[in-house]
């Protein structure tokens, strides 16, 4: 695995006037660890996840990878966010369909793809929802099969958006065993408020106030 840091510099990003995030600098050296963002509601951190996604741009600042000079073409390779308002899915299609489309966007081969998603499917318990179509999923079961996609993805850097509103305990277990093994091969951020990811081994933790401000960080 590459040993990669990323480095956010006086990062500045306002809505309609609103200042956002304040002159934020932080440096998220991955060590094999995960890092969790947490913090208070309208804080800035899916923001924070959209810029380092390339989604949205910041009016101030820089962000660096250690070893590549240009972010916007790194992050867009290999970045993989899961937005905590996912809706983009093809009703129509099934789960598997949706899962090889959405891993496509990222430029996975389709056997990669296969290849991890039974065995994925079988820690998750949700066999049964890869030939399901998709208009009649539970809500947890879409939760996973956009969880599906963030994992069988060939991505580096997974952003993880609030991936466990919808899973029940047994799933929300699985998934934290899958994440811990998989922080050895890529780099994993997580947005979320749900504590239970404090008792995890190997976190980093970044707390959020108003205005993108951080106050406490490590773990
Ligand atoms: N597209 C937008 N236009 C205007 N304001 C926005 C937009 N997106 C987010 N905001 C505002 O920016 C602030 C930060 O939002 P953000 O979603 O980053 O917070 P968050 O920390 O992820 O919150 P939560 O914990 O509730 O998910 C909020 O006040 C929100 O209303």
Redesign the pocket.
């Known amino acids: 695995m590459e040993d990669i840091s990323l480095n956010i510099h006086n990062l500045k990003k306002k809505?309609?006037d609103?200042p956002?995030i304040n002159n934020l600098s932080i440096t998220i050296n991955f060590n094999r660890k995960i890092t969790l963002i947490t913090?208070?509601?309208?804080?800035?951190?899916?923001?924070?996840?959209?810029i380092i996604a390339g989604i949205i741009l910041p009016d101030e600042g820089t962000l660096q990878i250690s070893n590549h000079t240009n972010f916007s073409k790194w992050t867009k390779r290999t970045t993989y966010y899961l937005s905590?308002a996912e809706r983009g899915m093809f009703y129509k299609l099934n789960s598997r369909q949706n899962i090889e489309y959405l891993t496509s966007l990222k430029g996975t081969n389709k056997n990669d793809v296969l290849k991890k998603l039974s065995n994925y499917c079988e820690k998750l318990n949700c066999k049964d929802i890869l030939e399901m179509s998709a208009e009649k999923l539970s809500t947890g079961q879409k939760k996973k099969v956009f969880i599906l996609s963030a994992l069988c993805s060939n991505c580096q850097l997974l952003l993880l958006?609030?991936p466990t509103n919808g899973l029940d305990d047994e799933s929300f277990y699985a998934f934290i065993e899958i994440l811990a093994k998989l922080r050895l091969e890529k780099k994993i951020v997580l947005?979320s408020?749900d504590k239970r990811f404090l008792d995890m081994p190997n976190i980093e933790r970044i707390i959020?106030e108003k205005n993108g401000e951080i106050y406490w960080e490590g773990c």
């Open positions: 809505y309609d609103k956002i913090g208070m509601n309208g804080s800035g951190k899916s923001t924070l996840a959209k905590s958006d609030e947005i408020h959020f």
